[in-house]
């Protein structure tokens, strides 16, 4: 069988290693206004978001409550204990920032596109990933401050509620609130540019990674990342990655779920946000030093979670 690789994920190794020869734009003293320029961005991704939700699938997809329930349970709840299980073998500095950048990975929404995708492609049930992957993006912007600000005042950065969610209500709950309003008016021509919407989405996600990447390359944050510790990452995604899968399969069988509702559990369960974790990461944790090292346990599960689960989806398919 062959596998395709994801054009996004290559985009994002391309921007790392423009980003690694090229750190001078990304920084603070840079004339270029990559700040601004995200920060706007990152509203009209949420606004496009607004304008996409489409209500009536999300009021018929709250009936099946014990999906829902597994689904966000495994994404807000299952993912960061099992991170908090392994707080007590800190013994570094070093190890301090890589254990919290897997919190935050922990802490984050679960994705959309790939979500639904995934589902469909195995034949699982599509209104209830639809559902729940929406969903969780708006509970995220609620839980993952909270989840984040219990050990995220350790770090360099100055953690303000007030300034967090002040934040967060102007470029992002906000804008999505607009989009609902709108959507009767612009719902179904940003649903028919909805390829479009999501290059754009893509390409603000882009800057902010070369943004993050440039200012950790620019201060050397890297240098304290070895080719095994990289290695050690890749295989803490994987480890992390199999057993919510298989966790969230057992608690689905136990639920006595059906197998499509299984099959939706398991991919929605499992997946973490690469939108949603750049836009909280320049929220909350602004211009931290080590930023790049932050989003790098992300960007591999990223990468990770799609091949996987593309895998399943295709031999689900067969099946």
């Known amino acids: 069988m ?11 190794i391309v921007i790392i290693i423009f980003a690694y020869f090229f750190p001078e734009w990304g920084i603070e003293s840079s004339n270029i206004p ?9 509203s009209f991704i949420f606004f496009f978001y607004g304008l996409k939700l489409n209500p009536t699938q999300l009021k018929a ?7 829902h329930l597994l689904v966000q349970g495994s994404t807000f709840l299952l993912f960061p204990l099992l991170i908090l299980l392994c707080r007590p073998l800190i013994q570094s500095e070093a190890q301090e920032t890589i254990w919290l950048a897997f919190f935050f990975l922990a802490a984050l929404p679960s994705t959309v596109s790939s979500s639904v995708v995934m589902v469909s492609i195995a034949k699982g049930n599509i209104p209830a990933a639809i559902f729940n992957a929406s969903i969780s993006g708006i509970i995220g912007i609620l839980i993952t401050p909270l989840w984040m600000g219990l050990f995220i005042d350790n770090t360099q950065t ?31 021509l940003a649903r028919k540019y909805s390829s479009k919407l999501t290059l754009f989405d893509k390409s603000i996600i882009l800057l902010i990674i070369y943004k993050s990447f440039a200012a950790s390359f620019y201060n050397n944050m890297f240098s304290v990342v070895s080719i095994v510790d990289l290695l050690l990452l890749f295989i803490g995604v994987i480890v992390l990655f199999v057993i919510v899968y298989s966790l969230t399969g057992i608690i689905a069988r136990k ?13 929605c369960g499992t997946k973490k946000s690469l939108v949603h974790g750049t836009v909280f990461s320049k929220i909350l944790f602004g211009n931290m030093a080590a930023l790049g090292i932050v989003l790098l346990p992300l960007m591999l599960f990223h990468a990770t979670q799609i091949l996987i689960i593309s895998v399943i989806a295709s031999k689900k398919a067969r099946d």
């Open 2 to 12: 062959s596998i395709k690789i994801d054009k996004f994920v290559l985009s994002i």
């Open 34 to 42: 990559i700040d601004t320029i995200s920060a706007i961005g990152i």
């Open 61 to 67: 997809g709250l009936k099946n409550w014990k999906l």
């Open 158 to 188: 100055d953690f303000d509620f007030t300034d967090i969610y002040l934040k967060l209500i102007i470029q992002i709950i906000l804008p999505v609130v607009l989009g609902l309003f709108l959507q009767r008016y612009l719902g179904e």
């Open 255 to 267: 639920f006595h779920l059906n197998k499509e509702d299984q099959i939706t559990a398991q991919f």
